[in-house]
């Protein structure tokens, strides 16, 4: 039957064509192109939204931009507090074939959340920098980060793979990063019970993200989450003076692995 | 003289320095950008740290930031144009490295910058050097000589004019005096000649101001007559104007109230059993709301929520097109070659100037004004947005006013997110794990709503399962500890003691009226860590910001006591007077105390939050001010209404149109 509705216009449209009529062969060929290119910017844009950024973030004083600055060139830059994000294309030595973005996130308090905001969809793995001299201090700000980046909506869809980096440690009070994993694992698990109370019996939106953490009744542990966690040590002043190579062998590698 | 120059980028990689000094200049400049750029003071450009004051310049096309640093007892008045030159001339020497996007260039540029610096610092410095300071203007050649002296008197009254007029002329001769003579030494006891009231010049130095006696006696019978007179004039003028009524004799009797009776006894309405040391209320039918609320307030504050229209925010940019169709409406009015212009505007790049952006941030300004933001504060806010945008290049296909809202939006949400962690069921867990009670201080100016928001404070703590006790340090007001205790048995109401193991969750500490403040949250506070209390709350009484001993009493009881948390609870109601509250009482609490680090206020308590709907300015004056987080909001009065704050939505209200 409904071939039967069709029908008519197919003959129409056959008769118009035989007829060579040109208004309505440009009208055609104008049809046909649009669908082209309509099929054509959406394959380029899905290819866009697939995720090849790799986020350099921690708290302020970390020493993410000299990483980047030794990932990307190996030379030791004095640096400032970063006030905008800098990104450029990095490929990993050794090895051809796809690089991707490295980008290096302001850490300061009141910046963090927008940059973050901004770039968290585009993140493939994340390099969480974490300054092991003065942990111990600052372990609770840590904690809290961490929190708000796991318990992010889009961050858990996606699932990018997160490197701990626990740099700085060429100063001697510097924590191994057993001991850090071990310390934040016990910190986000308090974290968990003082923020996630909420969920149960709240409905409307609660402060952080709506996501549990590991799995309930059992403590946390980062081989709970659903993407994959690896810490690892580095140096990014190096161990000798100022000019001397950095010691950030363990991130190259496992950057590597990523790509 | 200088101590130090840098120039890095926005990214934080120092592109090239200049030491004049050892010693590491990293702290200074970081602590630069965090209090100036990253707080939005960025209107004026000296910064003063420690003994250090640096000058700084924004550049926004190659974000790049310029920072000079010297010596604070030194005054350089080339600094300035230094600072200018420099910018120009690093400009012009690594365009193409600059203009580069993606920081491999930066990073691998080598930026040999020294010999340049050298001879642009040598040329500021000749230039001070080259231009003496003017000498100063002779009398006669000054604008005043040639004003008459008529044209200087005010006529007020006849007698009045004539006295400044012998004045002037006697300053004139004095000046004229001192011209001729230079520096001459000042003839004390000058001579007594009978200056005439309108002649010229003859010197007299002596504190009469070269009147005679005769008129100096003439001069004060007649100053006293205006002053016996002075008085009449006014009842006299008003006799004069009007006619007065004549006073009606009337005697005042003693008016008879109806109800009223001069027993006193029928007055007294008091319960005579509410003053027992009941802690709790019975469940009776007046709790049955307040049992409604239980178990609302677990876990984290909810924030406070707005219908976000921060969606039609954001597709601004992306719909800006629609918005250049819109315009050419208004400028279809005008010359066509003013649609061109704006049309040739829009497309390609075009740098920001002052002049552009001028009438855009004035509408803005009147807009954040209206929203209740404090004026000066709207002004700075708007000032530091110019600066930041300054010399940047925008796209195509933006205008200028979106730039610089969006420009502005991003500063405000800057400004509202906390410096600091802002977790208060962390910190007390942390402090319970140490053995020793969570102290939290509330002040303010009277009638903000301290002792409500504490109840709701205490409320939430104890669904989380805290133990909280109440300090009544407010020993003025009256029924100021009677408020507190009836928080406190309708809260225990509502969380009966058998939950606890038989001890009430909240307990009130109060030591009645008139007694020190200071006294009685030291012994609260000792009590809580004897019986374990995980929080203890301070009332304090509202003091106005003017009113010294009471702000010396105030800073004696945080200096004393050492809170963790020393919370200001301001109404979003306020305007202008919240800069002069917080500042006033900033000032107060690291003045009056005795150590080198004082504590003054930690957070902010937003109260009265649903009486406003969208004129949310408050916030912003608030945390600009301080620097301090916003803590609670309290959105009512009942237990329930508290919340943390939504930076988005704060800022998406404020903006809308």
Redesign the interface.
């Known amino acids: 039957m409904e071939a039967a509705v069709f029908q008519p216009f197919l003959d129409s449209i056959q008769k118009e064509l035989q007829a060579q009529d040109p208004a309505v062969l440009a009208v055609l060929v104008a049809l046909v192109v649009v669908i082209i290119s309509i099929i054509f910017m959406k394959i380029v844009w899905g290819r866009k939204t697939t995720r090849s950024a790799v986020l350099l973030v921690g708290l302020c004083?970390s020493g993410k931009?000299l990483i980047?600055?030794r990932l990307?060139?190996g030379?030791f830059?004095?640096?400032?507090?970063?006030?905008?994000?800098?990104?450029?294309?990095y490929s990993v030595k050794r090895e051809k074939g796809c690089g991707f973005t490295l980008i290096?996130l302001?850490g300061?308090?009141?910046?963090?959340?927008?940059f973050v905001e901004r770039f968290k969809s585009a993140a493939r793995a994340v390099v969480f920098v974490v300054d092991s001299a003065v942990f111990q201090k600052e372990l609770?700000?840590v904690a809290?980060f961490l929190y708000s980046l796991l318990t992010d909506a889009e961050i858990v869809k996606n699932a990018p793979a997160l490197v701990v980096t626990c740099n700085k440690q060429d100063i001697t009070m510097a924590k191994s990063a057993k001991v850090i994993q071990q310390q934040l694992e016990k910190e986000l698990n308090?974290?968990r019970v003082?923020?996630?109370?909420?969920?149960?019996?709240?409905d409307?939106?609660?402060?952080?993200g709506t996501v549990y953490l590991g799995k309930k009744g059992k403590d946390f542990e980062f081989s709970q989450l659903p993407m994959k966690v690896e810490f690892v040590e580095c140096s990014a002043k190096g161990y000798k003076a100022e000019d001397g190579e950095a010691d950030i062998e363990q991130l190259e590698k496992c950057l590597a692995r990523i790509s | 003289m200088l101590d130090f120059f840098t120039i890095f980028s926005k990214g934080g990689l120092v592109l090239w320095c200049f030491q004049g000094v050892n010693g590491s200049f990293t702290g200074p400049v970081n602590a630069l950008i965090r209090s100036v750029i990253l707080q939005e003071r960025s209107g004026s450009n000296l910064f003063i740290h420690d003994a250090l004051s640096m000058k700084y310049k924004l550049d926004n096309e190659f974000e790049l930031v310029f920072v000079v640093g010297f010596q604070k007892i030194l005054t350089l008045t080339y600094v300035d144009k230094f600072l200018d030159d420099v910018q120009l001339r690093f400009r012009d020497r690594y365009k193409n490295q600059l203009e580069q996007k993606g920081a491999m260039k930066l990073l691998n540029g080598s930026f040999q910058f020294q010999d340049d610096f050298q001879q642009l610092l040598r040329e500021a410095e000749e230039s001070t050097k080259a231009c003496a300071p003017a000498p100063m203007k002779t009398f006669m050649q000054s604008q005043k000589s040639q004003k008459t002296v008529k044209s200087m008197i005010e006529t007020r009254g006849g007698e009045k004019g004539k006295e400044k007029e012998s004045n002037k002329k006697s300053k004139n001769a004095k000046k004229e005096a001192s011209a001729a003579e230079g520096d001459g030494d000042s003839t004390r006891g000058g001579t007594q000649s009978g200056l005439p009231k309108k002649s010229s010049p003859k010197p007299q130095e002596n504190g009469n101001e070269g009147l005679t006696p005769e008129e100096i006696k003439r001069n004060q019978q007649e100053f006293f007559r205006r002053m016996g007179g002075g008085a009449k004039k006014p009842s006299s003028s008003s006799s004069s104007k009007s006619p007065k009524p004549e006073k009606l004799q009337r005697v005042k009797g003693n008016r008879e109230w109806v109800m009223g009776g001069t027993n006193t006894k029928e007055l007294d309405y008091s319960n005579k059993d509410m003053n027992g040391s009941q802690d709790t209320l019975p469940a009776t039918k007046d709790n049955a709301e307040d049992l409604k609320q239980l178990g609302q307030m677990k876990g984290d504050l909810r924030s406070v929520d707005y219908e976000s229209s921060e969606e039609e925010e954001e597709d601004e940019e992306v719909v800006v097109s629609a918005a250049a169709a819109a315009n050419p409406s208004k400028s279809s009015s005008k010359s066509f070659r003013g649609v061109f212009g704006m049309l040739k505007g829009l497309v390609g790049s075009k740098s920001l100037s002052q002049e552009d952006m001028e009438p855009v941030l004035d509408k803005l300004r009147d807009h954040l004004i209206a929203k209740n933001v404090a004026a000066d504060i709207a002004s700075k806010l708007c000032e530091s947005v110019a600066k930041k945008l300054e010399g940047k290049v925008m796209g195509t296909f933006t205008t200028v006013t979106s730039t610089v809202k969006q420009a502005l939006q991003d500063s405000l949400v800057q400004i509202l997110q906390p410096k600091r962690r802002v977790d208060i069921l962390r910190d007390v867990m942390e402090a319970r794990a140490q053995r020793r009670p969570f102290v939290v201080t509330f002040c303010g100016v009277n009638g903000v709503g301290k002792s409500t928001n504490l109840a709701k404070i205490s409320f939430w703590l104890i669904e989380n399962g805290f133990s909280v006790l109440i300090a009544a340090c407010d020993t003025f007001r009256a029924g100021a500890v009677e408020q507190l205790r009836t928080h406190q048995r309708r809260l225990n109401s509502m969380h009966p003691p058998e939950e606890n193991g038989g001890r009430p969750r909240v307990q009130l500490y109060e030591k009645g009226y008139g007694k020190d403040a200071a006294g009685i949250a030291m012994e609260a506070i000792a009590y809580a860590r004897s019986h374990s209390f995980d929080v203890v709350l301070v009332d304090t009484a509202g003091r106005m910001q003017d009113n010294a001993p009471l702000m010396v009493a105030l800073a004696k009881l945080i200096a004393v006591n050492m809170p963790d948390l020393v919370l200001f609870v301001g109404e979003a109601l306020v305007g202008n007077e919240a800069v002069d509250q917080l500042v006033k009482f900033n000032q107060a609490l690291a003045d009056h105390s005795m150590s080198d680090k004082p504590r003054i206020i930690d957070g902010i308590v937003l109260t009265k939050f649903d009486t406003i709907d969208d004129k949310v300015g408050a916030a912003i004056s608030m945390t600009y001010i301080t620097g301090q987080p916003i803590v609670f909001v309290g959105t009512g009065q009942t237990y329930s209404d508290l919340r943390s704050l939504n930076a988005r939505a704060v800022v998406s209200a404020l903006m809308k149109a």
Do not use: M
């Open positions: 004083d931009t980047f600055s990307l060139s030379k830059k004095k640096t400032q507090t970063s006030i905008t994000d800098s990104s450029t294309i290096d302001p300061h308090e009141s910046l963090r959340p927008q609770r700000d809290e308090t974290l003082t923020r996630s109370a909420a969920l149960s019996t709240q409307g939106s609660t402060a952080g």
